[in-house]
């Protein structure tokens, strides 16, 4: 069954330091998406993504965050100047559409620490 | 805006025995609504959904959920656990036509005992 991947599983970096996490979407899959998870609190929407650009963005998603969809096959999330709350699980998702209740397939998410 | 609350952030419950995890939502306009699953070390995996139509609403491995609208309730129910249903799960609503983003609770971990 076609998978939603991230890289890295895992990632440790220092305070004020730039992180890209990135994602491979399923292949026909039009919206992308980052969610985030801070340890005992909820699953976050951060960004959507589609055609190229970001259609919904949460007000957690400030200037530090970025996205980007470089190449055909990739989606990744930039953090430039990495705080200690941004520790967390991120998630990436995609879908073949949105606004129907399509399904959003979920990787397994970059675990970042910030020390 | 939309919100959704799980009553219980842990269960624990023997292995063949029935379980239900609460969800309840608020919305002012009509929602889809998700419950998804995270095993250890893994991502969120989607268990069912409703859409429209028939208020219950089966999914992957024998769990099921019930729509109620005039509660604003999604309820998840199983009727014998496994081991292997060790997991939390997550309840999520999405605005019909409107949001793209999912709105989720703050999970249920489930701990089936033998």
């Known amino acids: 069954e076609p998978e939603v991947t991230q890289t890295p599983s895992h990632q440790v970096t220092q305070m004020g330091q730039e992180v890209i996490l990135r994602c491979v979407p399923i292949?026909?899959?039009?919206?992308f998406y980052w969610y985030r998870q801070i340890l005992g609190q909820k699953v976050e929407f951060l960004v959507s993504?589609?055609?190229?650009?970001?259609?919904?963005k949460s007000e957690i998603f400030d200037d530090q965050f970025s996205v980007e969809r470089p190449d055909g096959s990739n989606f990744t999330l930039k953090i430039r100047s990495t705080k200690l709350e941004d520790s967390a699980m991120y998630f990436c998702a995609s879908s073949v559409v949105a606004y129907s209740g399509n399904t959003i397939y979920f990787g397994e998410g970059s675990w970042l620490t910030v020390v | 805006a939309q919100s959704v609350t799980q009553l219980d952030s842990q269960v624990p419950v023997f292995e063949e025995a029935p379980v239900e995890l609460r969800c309840n939502y608020s919305?002012?306009?009509?929602?889809?609504l998700f419950w998804y699953v995270q095993y250890p070390n893994q991502g969120l995996q989607l268990l069912l959904k409703y859409l429209s139509g028939s208020t219950l609403v089966k999914g992957i491995n024998g769990f099921e959920a019930e729509f109620n609208k005039s509660q604003t309730s999604f309820h998840l129910r199983k009727p014998s656990v496994h081991i292997s249903d060790t997991a939390e799960y997550f309840c999520a609503v999405i605005t019909q036509g409107g949001s793209e983003k999912l709105v989720f609770g703050k999970g249920t971990k489930l701990t089936v005992n033998p």
């Open positions: 993504f589609y055609n190229n650009e970001i259609s919904e």
């Open positions: 292949s026909n899959h039009l919206y």
């Open positions: 919305s002012s306009v009509s929602v889809y």
